[in-house]
């Protein structure tokens, strides 16, 4: 089974911290994605991966930068935490662009 | 722009009633249909998919779900849910290569 790990489950920070979310996936896929998980917004797509050191912004991908070193490894950057920033933060990967496959997500607090 | 909307947020059931969890998407091409399950401390999992081909699509765990090209939805079913089914649902759609644009997300709380 294709596993995507979050390096971390559960965060707090302070405001104007600057914080990085790390993302792992074991099976070579090549795309990979930063999602934000809000009640009553659904998931919304930060940025994407279609490549080592390619991205593409999303729908909200103010406040967050990206990098990806690795094909592995997709990290989440927030330059300056703020504290509307608090959320749950879902790591995807896929190989083909059909079927993802989800991390269990780092819950961060920024107060 | 390319959507789906999930119109119930929270649904209460009791144990073997029947469920139906409403997903309509906005777009006129050919779309790929998904939903998604996110058990309580969980990650999302895949549910079930349609690309093309026979409209009603079986999932795991029992669910269902029926493709309606003339109603623009993708509506999920399960005749008899378990307290187990307690869980987010989320409806997503795909159209060609693109990105998956994913619902509001229904939350199912089935009481024993």
């Known amino acids: 089974d294709v596993k995507v790990t979050q390096s971390s489950r559960y965060l707090v920070k302070r405001t104007g911290e600057k914080v990085f979310l790390e993302c792992v996936q074991d099976?070579?896929?090549?795309?990979m994605f930063w999602y934000r998980q809000d009640p009553g917004l659904g998931l919304r797509l930060i940025y994407f991966s279609y490549d080592v050191k390619m991205k593409e912004k999303g729908d909200i991908p103010e406040g967050y930068s990206v990098s990806r070193e690795k094909k592995e490894r997709f990290s989440l950057i927030l330059e300056s935490a703020s504290t509307n920033q608090t959320s749950m933060y879902l790591c995807?990967?896929?190989?083909?662009?059909?079927?993802?496959?989800f991390g269990s997500g780092t819950r961060l607090t920024v107060v | 722009a390319q959507s789906v909307s999930q119109h119930n947020h929270h649904v209460i059931l009791s144990e073997a009633a029947s469920l139906e969890l409403g997903c309509n998407y906005s777009y006129g091409g050919t779309v790929n249909l998904f939903w998604y399950v996110q058990y309580p401390g969980q990650h999302l999992q895949l549910l079930l998919k349609?690309?093309?081909?026979?409209?009603l699509v079986k999932g795991i765990k029992g669910f269902e779900a029926e493709f309606i090209k003339s109603k623009f939805s993708f509506n999920l079913r399960k005749p008899s849910v378990q307290w187990s089914d307690t869980a987010e649902y989320f409806c997503?759609?795909?159209?060609?290569?693109?990105?998956?644009?994913f619902g509001t997300g229904t939350r199912l709380t089935v009481i024993p």
């Open positions: 997503a759609g795909q159209t060609g290569a693109n990105n998956l644009f």
């Open positions: 349609y690309f093309s081909g026979d409209p």
């Open positions: 099976m070579d896929h090549e795309n």
């Open positions: 995807a990967s896929s190989l083909r662009p059909h079927i993802y496959t």
